[in-house]
């Protein structure tokens, strides 16, 4: 693998535009982009975001129909970084937690998980009952980091989409991707103590 291959899962919790927002910054980091969303993030998408599915399509390098089983991510013969679903739901989340998955989505995250590759959970749920706890706490046990995406107020952020870039930019961070996402603590804010 000469060029770095990430892929991204976006489910049908709200939160679309954190997926839409790592393919854009994906894109300009120069990664290849495997896409796979589910229907009800489809449905999700158009509620949220004035796009067309088929403009978040043209974001990624490779995009796979959510029931092609036969995919190249469904292997794990097929190399990548490992795998972002951005947001997260806890459908989705339960399936990769129980091994029992239902559509590419899973399975993919599933391959990344036994490949000991990054997965990367940006779940969006609230409030957490004892089984959303229970199945973070298994996906963590297995390998996959649990990252709800929490709003940095110390960034004092001005808009929506600087909410939605601090999260996308500390997930990418945990790939060992460089980014410009994150306004950074020490570096660009609380220099001294002082918020600049």
Known sequence: MTKQRLIV???????????????????QMGVETHLVISKSGQIT???????KISDVFALADVVYKIDDIGAAISSGSFPTAGMLIAPCSIRTLSEIATGVTSSLLTRSADVVLKERRKLV??????PLHLGHLRSMT?????????????PALYARPASVQELVDHSVGRALDLFGLPNNLVRRWGEQIGVGGAVT
């Open 9 to 27: 899962g976006i489910s049908g919790a709200s939160g679309a535009a954190y997926g839409v927002t790592a393919l854009k910054a994906l894109r």
């Open 121 to 126: 959970l940006m779940v969006r749920e609230t």
């Open 138 to 150: 298994l996906v963590t046990e297995m390998g996959a980091i649990v990252m709800p995406p929490v």
């Open 45 to 51: 998408l158009a509620h949220e975001l004035e796009m």
